[in-house]
């Protein structure tokens, strides 16, 4: 039985020389994010250059995986088939409390009228298809 | 060196305006064609003097165009990057400094949508990557499995963080679609002119929360396009010309593709990203948001509509909503009369050309929301991945 959070079909990745760092840490269950190796700045999405220093030299530096809901929003419409059967769903912007950085997931573990900016949340990690780990956040206990 | 006043539009041509899909036998490149020479002939141009070509998200290029209009030179072309509407104004902004550097001397500015050949924009990032105005397979892979695929969830991400900043709500949002819907009743070619009631706005049916069905866009197809010559030569032409006063093009190194993944800094996620794009365009004009007439400001979407009234000065950070509720976007009565064609909301929804083209009748005098005396027109293109644009048209 699948319980992802959503269907694995919409979940296909496609790892390229930019994006296999990260990926190959979230199939460990570590969410890293892409760190300049020569200023330490922390960027997402992943470009192959530092936006402060220009440097080529980069790593994917694990993270707490704890931040902070900064927005959301509940897509009832499916535009994608294979959400057609799933219901309205959410989509939160997440901002990483140790990386200055957001990004985009879904928050699971609570009703979806009950999300709220500011939220404190942290990874969990789901394999929404077979060999495909992804973050997703639950809500955190502060 | 400046572009300022140099240049005017004077022709406009719009296509009819079709439901997605209902185009029938035209073509993408029919209704381009279609557009490009209503305009000549609003002007009075025989189009075998157009030169020049230029236009944003669109694959009808000029080695299409041209010689399927039998121009025997083209002097200047140009494209415009970047997504949606985002690029209207620019590319008009590419003809006027074109012509000012002396390449060529008659512009056509275009830009079509026949979407079942292309791509059903709503759905942009559910489709495999490659087409126009989608992002690459590997950039997808960190929105994609989330399920946020459609720039309507993007946008309402963006909103609902500035309702929780500043106390916006939805009844601001519907203030938006409410106005927008009574002027477009007052414009026959409208397609959506039925009386849209704040009973009706929410029970529209939810799409993205908080936006609803009347939160988007029209989804259409059809095509647009605008004659651009010297200002000198525009005065004994045919209309009454629309003198192209300024143009920014651009926005927010950081905001590039940030629409898409959401990673806007913080002091630019709740706008509308036009804030760079305000400021060198009420510089190159030499007046400020006061001295505006009338505003076309593009509106895939109600809430952007407040954003943008926010960026271009109109009023404070967060009081868009209230301004939007208090009638301020009414044609007769409002502080900035704003999107007095209906707008992409209720009008019809052809990327920006139809902001364009109401902002030049605005500048002739012949909308059918018309502004007394309207003096400037402010014209935007979509807030969207950079570059965006807009421009300030004076009569």
């Known amino acids: 039985m699948n319980q992802s959070y959503l269907p694995g079909e919409i979940a296909e990745i496609h790892p390229d020389e930019l994006t296999e760092g990260y990926w190959e840490s979230c199939a460990r269950r570590v969410l890293s994010i892409q760190q300049c190796a020569k200023c330490q700045t922390f960027r997402h999405l992943p470009t192959p250059t530092c936006p402060k220093c220009q440097s080529f030299d980069y790593q994917y530096t694990p993270v707490s995986g704890q931040g902070t809901v900064y927005s959301y929003t509940i897509p009832h419409h499916p535009v994608h088939p294979a959400l057609r059967e799933r219901g309205a769903y959410n989509v939160i912007v997440v901002k990483l409390d140790d990386a200055p950085i957001k990004m985009v997931s879904n928050l699971v573990g609570v009703a979806d009228e009950d999300i709220r900016i500011d939220m404190p949340v942290e990874v969990t990690w789901d394999e929404p298809r077979p060999g495909v780990v992804i973050p997703r956040f639950k809500p955190r206990a502060v | 060196m400046s572009i300022k006043d140099k240049t005017a539009i004077v022709g406009v041509g719009l296509t009819d305006y079709y439901k997605r899909g209902q185009s029938g036998a035209k073509t993408h490149l ?265 505003a076309e400001l593009y509106d895939h979407f109600t809430g952007m509509v407040l954003l943008q009234l926010e960026d271009y000065g109109f009023c404070g950070k967060g009081e868009s909503g209230p301004m939007a509720a208090e009638g301020g976007l009414k044609w007769d009565s409002g502080k900035i009369p704003t999107n007095t064609h209906g707008g992409n909301l209720s009008e019809v929804y052809l990327h920006a050309t139809t902001h364009i083209v109401e902002g030049v009748r605005q500048i002739r005098g012949t909308s059918t929301s018309q502004v007394k005396d309207a003096e400037l027109a402010l014209v935007t293109g979509g807030p969207s991945p950079v570059p965006s644009s807009s421009m300030i048209l004076r009569g």
Request: proline share 6%; with cysteine; net charge negative.
């Open chain 2, 30 to 294: 029919d209704l381009c064609l279609e557009a490009i020479l209503k305009a000549c002939d609003d002007a009075g141009v025989h189009p075998h003097e157009i030169d020049g070509f230029s236009s944003y998200m669109d694959e009808m290029n000029a080695s299409i165009v041209a010689p399927a209009l039998g121009c025997p030179e083209v002097r200047f072309s140009n494209l415009v990057w970047g997504g949606g509407g985002g690029g209207s104004c620019a590319a008009v902004g590419a003809a006027a400094a074109a012509i000012e550097a002396g390449y060529c001397d008659t512009v056509a500015v275009y830009h079509g949508i026949r979407q079942p050949t292309g791509l059903r924009f709503g759905e942009v990032f559910a489709r495999p990557p490659g087409g126009a105005g989608t992002v690459s397979t590997a950039s997808r892979d960190f929105i994609a499995p989330y399920g946020l695929m459609a720039p309507g969830q993007m946008f309402a991400l963006m909103v609902r963080r500035h309702m929780h900043q500043y106390g916006t709500t939805t009844d601001h949002l519907a203030a938006v679609a409410m106005t927008q819907r009574e002027h477009a009743r007052r414009n026959p070619k409208a397609l959506r002119r039925d009386p849209m009631t704040l009973d009706d706005y929410y029970n529209s049916r939810m799409i993205s929360d908080p936006f609803r069905l009347f939160d988007y866009c029209n989804e259409n197809d059809g095509a647009g396009a605008v004659i651009v010559v010297s200002a000198e030569r525009a005065k004994d032409m045919k209309q009454k010309p629309a003198y192209i006063m300024a143009v920014a093009q651009g926005g927010a190194g950081r905001w590039g593709q940030s629409i898409t993944q959401q990673t806007m800094p913080d002091d630019i996620y709740p706008t509308a990203g036009h804030g760079q794009l305000a400021r060198d365009l009420y510089k190159m004009a030499g007046v400020g948001p006061g001295d505006i007439d009338v």
